[in-house]
């Protein structure tokens, strides 16, 4: 649930503030876990120069109710915020994602390094330090 939330306002800080999309670099589909969420993300990854106007979007008509949710969202958490304060709600909030990913994807390789042989013990580490990489990259900011 704390992922969900986290994915969605995250989302809707970059659908309808477009100052702050520079925070979409290292976010990818799959640290998002919805397909809607996804959607959007590719949506905006696409359009960066997309001003907010969710009516406008034809692309965002197939996950229209899920825009609506977000943007709801927007308007009850972050309506109102100077820029400022939004551009370090997006960077914490990327913070958050990121983490939940790499959290999320240690789990998945430890219970895979007990199976592994050497290669794939290799394989494993080297998955985990891109993933210590990324991890670096987003508290760096």
């Known amino acids: 649930v704390e992922d969900r939330r986290t994915q969605d306002r995250f989302l809707a800080v970059m659908l309808l503030q477009p100052k702050t999309r ?7 589909a799959n640290m998002l876990f919805q397909p809607e969420a996804q959607t959007v993300l590719d949506f905006l990854q696409r359009h960066r120069d997309f001003s907010g106007d969710t009516t406008a979007a ?12 977000i943007h709801l969202q927007y308007e009850e958490l972050y ?15 990327q913070t958050r ?28 580490l080297e998955q ?9 990259q ?3 900011r």
């Open 79 to 93: 309506h109102g915020l100077e820029l400022t304060e939004l551009l370090y709600e997006a960077a914490r909030l």
């Open 58 to 69: 034809k692309e965002l008509s197939k996950v229209a109710e899920y825009v609506r949710i």
């Open 22 to 28: 520079e925070y979409l670099e290292l976010i990818t």
């Open 128 to 136: 985990a330090k891109q993933l210590d990489n990324l991890l670096n």
């Open 97 to 124: 994602l990121v983490e939940q990913y790499v959290k999320n994807q240690k789990q998945i390789m430890t219970s895979n390094l007990a199976d592994a042989d050497d290669t794939g013990t290799r394989e494993l």
């Open 138 to 140: 987003v508290k760096g």
